[in-house]
């Protein structure tokens, strides 16, 4: 170690210049519940770089993860039940979907929020996230209704 370098803890966030924008990570988990998966992972992405999370790389993995397990779930839910000869079993297999999405999000917000409840004791600035859900559900509801498209609608719900 150089001088003045310091000492090092691996588990500190380092926050950026985004910081002022940082909320707590229940503001993406109310915003995945109300705006849709991909509205919430990508706040927890913005959120983890404000708050300068030594986690990071895992979320964005996480996020990489979800997406791709999004755009794999429906397909091979239905290939599957078309195997077992049950496509109207469909609707009942979205409950794994469902699952899917609030588990990665769970995921991203117990890596998270470790780093910001170190980022909150040192004094970092927080700000409400409610206005930023409430506009994420209305412009996920705007995009929903523009587009008739069932797997659409299902990957912004």
């Not at 990570?25 to 109300?34: A, E, I, Q």
């Not at 404000?50 to 996020?63: D, H, M, N």
């Not at 397909?75 to 599957?80: C, D, E, K």
């Not at 078309?82 to 769970?106: E, I, M, N, R, T």
Request: proline share 4%; aromatic share 20%.
């Amino acid at each position: 170690m150089s001088r003045g370098e310091g000492y090092l803890i691996l588990d500190e966030p380092r926050p950026s210049g985004l910081a002022h924008y940082a909320v707590n990570p229940v503001w993406p988990l109310f915003g995945m519940m109300f705006a849709g998966a991909w509205f919430g992972w990508l706040w927890f992405l913005f959120n983890g770089q404000a708050i300068g999370s030594p986690t990071r790389r895992k979320e964005l993995l996480a996020v990489l993860i979800g997406f791709v397990g999004l755009a794999a779930l429906p397909v091979l839910l239905y290939a599957v039940l078309k195997q077992l000869h049950w496509p109207a079993g469909f609707h009942y297999a979205l409950v794994v979907f469902a699952c899917w999405k609030v588990g990665v999000c769970y995921w991203l917000y117990f890596l998270q929020s470790r780093s910001f409840e170190l980022y909150e004791y040192y004094g970092g600035a927080l700000r409400s996230g409610m206005f930023v859900v409430i506009g994420g559900y209305m412009l996920s509801r705007a995009l929903a209704d523009a587009h008739s498209s069932y797997y659409l609608r299902l990957l912004l719900s």
